[in-house]
């Protein structure tokens, strides 16, 4: 059965500094990553997607991840902060048995 | 043209009493879920339809019954309303799981 582990439920960064939230994951298979973000009182945004191409992905906002297998990592970064960064942010894992599994969260501040 | 909608966005209610929360997706998706968010922003998943199917039905009370007339809706139905019930409760629709979901905008629960 899969599972994602978000190792920190509070992240605290400096206005223009990089962003490093870390998510662990266990899959029985090839599984499908995503991250997520919602802002206070939002819905759910995709911020990127791993479906097996290519280990970088790219997402929106000018954050990225990294699928390593040898580490079962998919953690998610930016460059420079920004202001509007500061929201909520899921890890998110599928298999091929209809489940998609939550990791529990992480809560990004910038301070300015 | 709103992809996923909930009715209603805000649901106050007094303990015991039976209410229901509506959700539709315009997208053509086969799959539609069910989240519960709780206080400290931890989502999980309770119910899962493929085209009308119950795929997926976690360790959620039976006062909680969903039901899907069309593979485009999704509607949950609570009965006998209790405390712990207060939440954010998202539905989410995809084409399949290795696909991003899409969220409504939640509908938040206050039972009192």
């Known amino acids: 059965a899969q599972s994602v582990t978000q190792l920190d439920s509070h992240v605290s960064v400096s206005e223009g500094t990089p962003v490093l939230l870390r998510c662990n994951y266990s899959?029985?298979?090839?599984?499908?990553l995503f991250w997520y973000v919602q802002h206070p009182n939002k819905g759910l945004q995709l911020l990127l997607k791993y479906t097996s191409a290519a280990t970088l992905v790219k997402g929106i906002n000018g954050f990225e991840a990294e699928f390593k297998k040898s580490e079962t990592s998919f953690h998610l970064t930016k460059p420079s902060a920004h202001m509007s960064d500061a929201a909520e942010y899921f890890c998110v894992v599928s298999e091929w048995d209809d489940k998609i599994i939550f990791g529990k969260g992480t809560r990004l501040h910038i301070l300015p | 043209d709103t992809a996923v909608s909930q009715t209603p966005k805000y649901l106050v209610t007094q303990m015991g009493n039976d209410k229901s929360i509506k959700c539709e997706q315009n997208?053509?998706?086969?799959?539609m879920y069910w989240y519960k968010q709780d206080s400290k922003k931890f989502l999980k998943i309770m119910f899962s339809?493929?085209?009308?199917?119950?795929?997926i039905n976690e360790t959620v009370p039976n006062r909680f019954s969903p039901k899907s007339p069309d593979k485009a809706h999704l509607n949950l139905h609570i009965n006998s309303l209790e405390l712990g019930d207060s939440a954010v409760y998202f539905c989410a629709s995809t084409p399949s799981v290795n696909s991003p979901l899409h969220f409504g905008n939640g509908t938040r629960l206050t039972v009192t």
């Open positions: 899959s029985s298979y090839s599984p499908s």
């Open positions: 997208l053509g998706h086969d799959t």
């Open positions: 339809y493929n085209n009308k199917e119950l795929i």
